[in-house]
C-alpha cells in the first residue's frame, strides 16, 4: 500500500514537474462519465450531441401537467442552440426536443459541456412562466 502512495505521489509530481496539470489533463468533461441533469421537476432519460443537433428526453415528474415552451443549449461548445416549440408534458410522461442547424465545437477530445435552459408554465397557470437550469456532459458524435 505505502508503495502505491508513493508511486501516485511520484506521478502527480512528475505531472507538476512538467507542466502537465493543463486543462487538456484535468477537466470535469475528461474524467467524469457523459451525464444530463435537472432538478427535481424533470428528468433527462436520454439524451445525443452531434455537430449540428442536440437532442434531449425529458420525463416530467413534477406531479402535475406542463408546458415546456422552449429549451436553449448553451456554453463554450455551441452558441445559444434553441427549441422553440410549445409541447404539453402530462405527469409521467416524457417529450423529445431537438435542436438543428447548430454549429457544435467539441473540445479536443470531443466532448463538451452544455448547461440547459427550459421555460416551462404549469397547465393550471399558463400566465406564469417558469426557469429550469440544467446541465449536459456529452461526447459529440
Known sequence: MTKTIMLALLLVSMLILYGCTSQELVTPELILPEKCTFPVQIACV??????????????NGAGRDMTIK???????AVDGCVVERETPIANREEATFEATNCNIEPSRKGRGVFPMDVVYFWDEDPTAEHSLYGEMLASVR
Not at 436520454?46 to 420525463?59: E, N, P, R, Y
Not at 422552449?70 to 463554450?76: H, K, L, Q
Open 70 to 76: 422552449s429549451v436553449t443549449f448553451s456554453g463554450d
Open 46 to 59: 436520454d439524451f445525443d450531441v452531434t455537430k449540428d443537433s442536440i437532442a434531449i428526453t425529458v420525463l
